[in-house]
């Protein structure tokens, strides 16, 4: 609870589909005054707890627009206006640019198909030739793929770049135009195609989780809003590391570029062409493709939210991802185990948890709801939650795992930007798909 000289505003936010929404919320509204955040990307919620008499709720949902998202607050149990219909709109129009764009980007390829020696050169050039030349009809085609890949993500970026922040929209931008600057015109469009579709998919995958949570809300009423939501450690770890290794990453792309051509000039080992400046150019841009950390980010919301889905059918309610991860450190399934793990139980259908003393506490303090209907509740409580952090650091080492053997490839030219983008888009549909098996409770 905050404290008494603290307020707190709870805000629905339409549009607020991935980490990179959050993590721009968060930077607008590092203002002074404002004590606390807490984030739920299934709900479109974000609990502001602020100093009343150093900055008001007024400002607080100003800041939020500022950044292009639709924001209103609300209070806790009161009804929050269905958005479903704006959110559809946005994902149709989205759905349709990232078509055009993969539809155009494939006449491209059959435009460079009829004038090329092979059609495997057409659709990949030649690996590390950087003078391969498209067609001028063929090039015309990838530009408009590129454009239409990248229009729906535009408004974001320049929002991004006004608060001062390279996010995936602003990279993605970035590596797409950097590789039409060096003619490579068909990776430019592939570069612009894929994140529309890893967008996509992004988008799919926490509506899907929003939807089942919707369906469940329906049969438990206030389920969430009373006791608030607690996000998992994990969940804020990956968010500060995100927060430094986009920006590292970014500054190692500056330093591929221009560091090997430099000391080959510097220390005369030999001499470097304008050829040469392109090739560390094109993979300078590979880095920046994977400095969107597009899976790692969205490895965990979607596990969690996965995990508190399937666990609320079956009966058990957790207080957000923040009980689910300390009750998978208890040491054995027992009621005292998981009070030892630092998690308050309440059952719903007794006064207090079995074995523990009464408590005039409400259960608005309780940090996990059971019926308690079966004996065998606490053992799916501690093998549900063991399972989900199983998960996640399942998908956070596919994520770090691609990532880091990517950044690799990249300096020795083992990997063209097309692939690297495939990575990255496969390894964001990995994670999701191997989180929202959780939805599955056993």
């Known amino acids: 609870m905050p404290p008494s000289s603290s307020s707190e505003v709870r805000l629905h936010v339409a549009g607020m589909d991935c980490a990179d929404e959050a993590a721009l919320i968060r930077h607008a509204l590092a203002k002074s005054g404002v004590e606390s955040l807490n984030f739920d990307l299934v709900g479109r919620r974000v609990d502001v707890t602020f100093n009343p008499e150093r900055i008001s709720a007024a400002a607080i949902v100003a800041a ?8 209103h607050s609300h209070q806790a149990g009161d009804h929050v206006g269905d958005d479903h219909h704006a959110h ?29 020696d092979s059609w495997t050169e057409a659709v990949f050039g030649r690996h590390g030739d950087l003078d391969h030349a498209h067609h001028s009809y063929a090039a015309i085609a990838y530009g408009i793929a590129t454009f239409a ?8 970026a320049v929002t991004s770049l006004r608060f001062g922040r390279l996010d995936m929209h602003v990279l993605v931008c970035l590596s797409a135009v950097g590789a039409a600057a060096i003619g490579q015109w068909a990776e430019a469009a592939a570069v612009a195609f894929l994140f529309a579709i890893a967008h996509l998919m992004e988008a799919w995958s926490i509506e899907r989780a929003r939807q089942a949570v919707s369906t469940l809300v329906g049969h438990e009423p206030g389920w969430g809003d009373d006791g608030g939501h607690e996000s998992a450690p994990v969940e804020r770890w990956i968010e500060r590391f995100a927060a430094v290794y986009t920006p590292v990453v970014t500054f190692a792309a500056i330093a591929v570029v221009v560091g090997p051509p430099l000391l080959f000039s510097l220390t005369g080992l030999r001499p470097v062409d304008s050829g040469e400046w ?23 919301p979607v596990t969690v939210v996965a995990a508190l889905t399937s666990a609320a059918r079956r009966g058990v309610l957790f207080k957000g991802g923040g009980p689910l991860e300390r009750v998978a450190q208890a040491k054995s399934a027992t009621l005292q185990a998981v009070r030892e793990a630092g998690v308050n139980v309440q059952c719903r259908t007794q006064t207090q948890t079995p074995g523990e003393p009464a408590s005039p506490e409400p259960w608005r303090r309780r940090d996990v709801v059971l019926t308690c209907d079966h004996d065998e509740d606490i053992q799916f409580l501690v ?15 596919i994520a770090l795992a691609t990532k880091f053997a990517f950044l690799a490839f ?33």
């Open 64 to 71: 939020v627009e500022a950044t292009g998202l639709a924001a």
């Open 88 to 116: 559809d709109h946005h994902h149709d129009t989205a759905k349709r640019w990232a078509i055009a764009s993969g539809a155009v980007m494939l006449i491209g390829w059959i435009v460079d198909g009829v004038y090329a």
């Open 149 to 156: 890949g990248l229009w729906p993500m535009i408004p974001r």
């Open 278 to 300: 392109g090739v560390w150019f094109y993979r300078g841009l590979i880095f920046l493709v994977l400095a969107c950390p597009c899976a790692l980010v969205i490895s965990t």
């Open 383 to 397: 093998s549900h939650s063991k399972r989900a952090l199983r998960v996640i650091r399942q998908n956070v080492s």
């Open 410 to 442: 990249a300096v020795f030219g083992a990997a063209p930007l097309w692939l690297a983008v495939v990575a990255d888009t496969g390894a964001t549909v990995i994670v999701t798909l191997n989180g929202l098996r959780l939805l599955r409770a056993d």
